[in-house]
């Protein structure tokens, strides 16, 4: 694995992007004292590193989405991963040293739902040992995360359990948006 070096010029373009990321490469150039093609190679040798990418999403702060931080103690973390990589609510997960290894972040409109899914989808399995859920309840700072808006249409949901038969569905839950079995409105 490669070391990642910035230089003081690299910190500031990234400094600069970040606190106003519609910023041309010109503007960004006359903030960091450097000429406007330099600043342009720089932020190309960036993006190709993987360091910044523009992408857009949700602000958090804005939203009215919940966010839910899911602490697994698991045997296999990477099994987990794969199983909730498809599902419409899951954001991101963190596989970590220490005695709960694997942090999954779900988000969605209503924390029943959110719920479901840790009852039915996580805590369920033959290799989660604990689990421990927290409500993130504000952010100080903007943060824009994904949304899967964009997912195909199926009988069958992609963590293979049958929304619209579920105990929770219609109750608490309101469906997975994959299956048609959805009653929210964010992810229609």
Partial sequence: MRV????????LIIKVLQ???KASQTEVAKLVGLSQPSVGSRIKKLKE??????????????SNMYVLKVDVKCRNPDEILKKL??????LNGFVVAGNRNLIILLIGEDLPTLE??????????????????GI????????????NV???????????????????????CLGCPITGHYRG????
């Avoid at 479901?116 to 859920?133: C, G, S």
């Avoid at 993130?136 to 949304?147: A, D, F, H, M, Q």
């Fill in 49 to 62: 590193l993987g360091v910044i990418d523009s992408s857009y999403g949700v602000n958090l702060k804005n």
């Fill in 116 to 133: 479901a899914i840790v009852d039915r989808h996580i805590r369920i399995l033959p290799d989660v040992y604990d689990v421990d859920v």
């Fill in 4 to 11: 990642l070096e910035l230089d003081e010029k690299d910190r």
């Fill in 150 to 172: 964009e997912f195909e249409r199926s009988d069958k949901a992609p963590c293979d359990s049958n929304c619209g038969k579920c105990e929770y569905w219609g109750k608490i």
């Fill in 185 to 188: 409105k964010v992810l229609r």
């Fill in 19 to 21: 606190e106003n990321p």
């Fill in 136 to 147: 993130i309840v504000r952010t100080l700072k903007n943060t824009i995360i994904p949304l």
């Fill in 85 to 90: 990589e498809s599902c419409p609510f899951f």
